[in-house]
């Protein structure tokens, strides 16, 4: 079946430290790959998609994803985290079939010290 | 662009009423709208699929009865409780697909910032 792992819960990083957040997905061929973020109360906003091509993608914010096909992953990745950073983070799929559905993982929460 | 508005952010009832959401892509025709619900501290739980013009495709265990969808435009897409009772009180969340070529076809969708809803 097809799942997104977003294996930790919660990340507390320092100001101006640098952050991975981790994703693995499990389905059958490579589908398309996204990270959303979610601040406290609102909907979702896209920081960055992987459809094919260069495995390193650029999004918003400062944001990075690396594609590892070997690995099943599709990390996010930023060199110096700010407060404003704290939020939910989401990885999700998008499986290549007529559904347009996105499968969500459960979520990173990002908690920023001074 | 691609602004999906969502409304109202807030609603609180009393249990039996139906309340109506709505979620319009401001900039942009959407074909696609979907629904999510999300409880506290949870993912996204995907509840139907929004086509313009057709009846809605929901996900299995969601009561098609209870949560009405009606996607009259391809910029507006509704959804109503029916008879909501507390057990529904939850964070509603639209999104909404560009209906053309390369962002249907990939998945792309725009949320909107959701509705909390209250059932007393």
């Known amino acids: 079946a097809q799942s997104v792992t977003q294996p930790d819960i919660h990340i507390t990083v320092s100001e101006g430290a640098s952050l991975e957040l981790r994703c693995n997905y499990s389905y059958g061929a490579t589908p398309y790959l996204f990270w959303y973020v979610q601040s406290p109360g609102q909907g979702l906003q896209l920081l960055l998609k992987?459809?094919?091509?260069?495995?390193l993608v650029q999004g918003i914010k400062g944001f990075e994803a690396e594609f590892k096909r070997s690995q099943s992953s599709f990390n996010l990745r930023k060199p110096s985290v700010h407060w404003s950073d704290a939020a939910e983070y989401f990885c999700a799929v998008g499986p290549l079939d007529s559904s347009y559905k996105l499968i969500f993982g459960s979520g990173t929460r990002l908690l920023v010290r001074p | 662009g691609a602004v999906v508005s969502q409304h109202p952010s807030r609603v609180i009832c009393k249990s039996g009423t139906s309340v109506k959401i709505e979620c319009r892509s401001l900039?942009?025709?959407?074909?696609?709208m979907f629904w999510y619900r999300q409880f506290p501290k949870q993912s996204l739980m995907l509840m139907a699929t929004s086509n313009e013009g057709s009846k809605a495709t929901y996900e299995q265990g969601v009561e098609k009865d209870k949560f009405l969808i009606n996607h009259a435009s391809l910029t507006l897409s509704t959804l109503t409780v029916t008879s909501a009772h507390p057990e529904d009180s939850s964070f509603y969340i639209c999104s909404a697909s560009p209906g053309q070529g390369i962002h249907l076809a990939k998945n792309i969708q725009y949320f909107g910032a959701g509705t909390r809803l209250s059932v007393l």
């Open positions: 900039d942009f025709q959407a074909t696609t």
């Open positions: 992987y459809f094919s091509g260069d495995t």
